[in-house]
Structures are given as structure tokens and as C-alpha cells.
């Protein structure tokens, strides 16, 4: 749990600490202290009682990894892989500092999907709650309070689950509102079901309310919903809060990237791996790839990945996955890891029988040599947007595909190359919903460049390139005379390709 450190203080005492009534116990590993690495000049003081009892290591149960129970997952310091407690904190504070004075940023977490009955799916957090929280459960509320106008001037309440043993008997552990305080660094804390008792007085007081929660008609407005819009009986505004959360979350972090990095290297390794081998089924493909992504550092995949062979392949998100892989035909494959809750997209095309036709090799080295170029502007330098590599790629592709002998009058570009060529990455895979791609690109944007082309099977086109489906994506990190390639290991080049098999 967290300990006020002294200025004489280095955060390694010997033991981990909490609270309640118990004996001093000895324990190796260090405090959860340490997650706040050096003190922070602009963190508010707090009145906040302090433990002053051990407790062993083998006691502590959450519901998610932290270094004192997972140390094969997280170093000193971190809250979630590669994303430490300070930053946690910076990230709140650039929040607040995006907020007029005395306003108020309520977050809700993602609720538990279920799949049928009793079946629920893996759970995923809400990528702005998470992104200022690291916090990984449901039924959660976030909320950062503005009261000054200096960094600091802020505080963080984080409303939980309590801790219950009958539940945690089928669920697993939950963290409970004294993690909220000790681990997750909560200025204020709370069972989320007394969430009305705890927040009528903050949004009382407020200026301004920034949130995503849903207030609108009360058939599909949640009970936070409610709580909220109590608010405005004392007219009190209220705003949308992701075109804010967008301007924080689209310009990566060091740390950010290097967790990026780690996913593209994995899942560009799986997908490479998987050009060796001679693949009979699209599914067998998947699972090839996703236990590669796994087995190799991510901690699972990103989505749902596109395994498509032949003509499928034109079928931009086909997804089924489930049908046979034909000799003398191409494979499409769109997938990438996760890791430490950032993912990579990738999309590599390349033939089943391990080598190009000639027909497959003109259109698949038209498609790279396009996407060579869209990843070359990717630099702050550049002075383009998306928009403007997307138009870019458009010019290239009309002039390649005419090369190829297409007709590419009228509309026939959008036939062939029906979708952008582009969107940001990070914690989701189109990254900052509603954050424009007609910005000007900087050092820290992390972007996908992913030209295709897909010819439908019909007498339009040239004979030897009927049915044929090419897509080539990285996701690419921009900088500010050079683009960072994060998927670099996936190879693409037709003679790397081809060597696999060799």
C-alpha cells in the first residue's frame, strides 16, 4: 500500500503495509509505494491516514497483476505493463489542466458483455476510463475534480467494487476501495454503489461536468446517467469529454510507443513465422498466429483477425475464417497482438503455395511500392495529414493500376480501393474516435498505412487480375523527419517472402 515517503526516503523498505489490526510480518518484496517512483512537486497534499501495520505478500489479492503478485508481468513502479503510476498520475493532471476551474470529468468503466445465459466475454475496459486510471475492473467510476489552477490542483476519486469473498469465491479477486487508494493512488475512494451519497456534493459544486456517460432519453440512460443530470436543476453544464480525452490520448508516450513496439515486434514475428509453413485452412492459419502472438510476449490478439484466402480476400473484415486455402491463390491476413492494453494492426498478403504468379507479383509489388510511399510521409516534417497520404495513395495507385492495364476512369478508383488509407492506433485499434485525420501530423501520432486493392471477379477488369485481393499495412509511429516502423518484422518484400519457403 502506499506510504508518504520522506525527503530522505528511497520507497525500499522491506515490507508491504496496511491498516487493520495485525502482527508485523516480514515480506521480500518491495512496497506497492514504489509505484510512485520520485515524489511528485504536483500532487495535492492530503490528510489521508497512512498504514502502519505489515502484511505478507501472500495475503495480497487484486483484480488484476501489480509487481508485488506479478513481477514476471510488471517492474517496480508500473500500474499496468510498461505504463508506471506516475504517468497514471501526469495523465490526470494534463486533464485537469484541459479543464476550466472547479469543473469535474466523470468516467464510468465498461460493463461486463455477456455472451449468452451465463456466458460472458473476456473483459475490456473503457480506454478513457483506463487511460487515466489503469484501474481494469467493471462497475467502477472515475472522477477527476478540478479545485486551483496549478498541475496539482486536482482530486482523483475512484469509486469500486468493495471487497467480498462470496463473490471473489466465483469471479476471482476484485481490488477493493483500499487498493483504490493504496495501488491505483485515489485521492478519495468508495463502493461505487454509494456513488450518490459520495458525488452529489462534488457535482453540487461543479462549474462544469465533462462526460461520455449516457444522459440521454431515460429508457437507455444508466443510473449514473441519472446521478448526472441531477446536475443540471442547478444548471449546471454539461459536455462531452472524449474531444478532450482525444487531444491527450493521440500523442503517444515514450512508454506508450515502446509498448506499441514490443506488440508490433510479436505479432510481426507470428505473422512472418506463419509465411514459412504451407496452410491447407483459414482457420488453422488463425490459430497459428494468435498462439504465436501469445506464446511470444502479447497478451493476446487485438480483434478479430481477417484470415482470408482467394477472392475472400475483397471482402475487406471478412472474419469467418472458415473455409479451405487454395494452392496457386493468395491469402490475406489482417491481425495483430496486444500488449500491456496497446495493440498493432497489421496486414500482409503473400501466396499460399509460397510463390508469386507473375500476374500476383505485378499487382502485390504496384500495392508496396504505394505503401512504401504513404509510410515515407509519415514524419512531422512532411507537413501531411491522413488525408493527404490517403490522397497521395490515390494518385500513386491510379498511376500504378493504369501502368497494369486498368481502366481507371470515372469512379473505378473507388471500386478497386474503396476504403482510407489510414487511422490512428494505440489503446483501441482506430484510435480516438472523432479526432480528425485532416490534422497535421506530429512527433508521437501513431498511425496505420494500409493501401489495397480489390478486384471483383468480373469482365471489367484485366483477365489475370480478376479476384485478387492485396492489402500491405504497418502501423507506423510518426516522428519528425523519419517515420518509426513498429511492425517492421512481418516481412513484405517479395523476395523475403519467397525465401521463407526456400
Known sequence: MRIRPSTASSLATPCLL?????????????????????????????????????VPA????????????????????????GITAQEYHDRRAALSQSLPRDAVAILQSADLKWRSGAVFHPFRQESNFLYLTGFNEPESLAVIQKTGDEPGDFLFHLLVRPKDP???????????????????????AGDVAKAREV?????????????????????????????????TENKVAIDRLQPIMNQLRVIKSPAEIANMRHA??????????????????????????EYGFTRDGCDGPAYVPVVAGGERANMIHYVLNNAELEGGKLVLVDAGGEYGTYITDITRTWPVSGRFTPAQRDLYEAVLRVQRTGVSL???????????????????LRNELSRLGFDMSGNNLETLFPHHVGHYVGLDVHDCPGYGRSVALKAGHCVTIEPGVYVPDDEKWPKHFRGMGIRIEDSVCVDDDSP?????????EVVDIEALRD
Request: proline letters at 6%.
Open 18 to 54: 496496511r491498516t487493520c489490526t495485525g502482527s508485523v510480518s516480514k515480506a521480500l518484496l518491495p512496497p506497492i509505494a514504489s509505484r510512485l517512483s520520485t515524489p511528485c512537486a504536483t500532487r495535492l497534499p492530503t490528510t489521508r491516514q497512512y498504514a502502519t501495520t505489515a
Open 378 to 396: 509519415c514524419r512531422a516534417s512532411s507537413g501531411m495529414t491522413l488525408d493527404g497520404i490517403h490522397r497521395a495513395t490515390e494518385h500513386a
Open 58 to 81: 501472500s495475503q495480497l489479492q487484486f483484480g488484476q497483476p501489480v509487481y508485488e503478485t506479478h513481477p514476471h508481468i510488471l517492474k517496480p513502479g508500473e500500474i499496468t505493463p
Open 166 to 188: 462470496s463473490a471473489e469465491q466465483w469471479t476471482g479477486p476484485w481490488s477493493g476501495v483500499q487498493a483504490a487508494l493504496d495501488v491505483f493512488n485515489a485521492d478519495r
Open 199 to 231: 458525488l452529489a456534493p462534488v457535482l453540487k459544486g461543479a462549474s462544469r461536468i465533462y462526460t461520455d456517460v449516457d444522459i440521454g432519453k431515460s429508457g437507455a440512460r444508466t443510473k449514473m446517467g441519472d446521478l448526472i443530470l441531477t446536475a
Open 264 to 289: 508490433g515486434k510479436v505479432s510481426g514475428r507470428a505473422l512472418t513465422n506463419a509465411m514459412r509453413q504451407g496452410w491447407t485452412r483459414e482457420r488453422d492459419l488463425q490459430a497459428y498466429i
Open 484 to 492: 518509426l516502423v513498429l511492425t517492421t518484422e512481418a516481412v513484405k
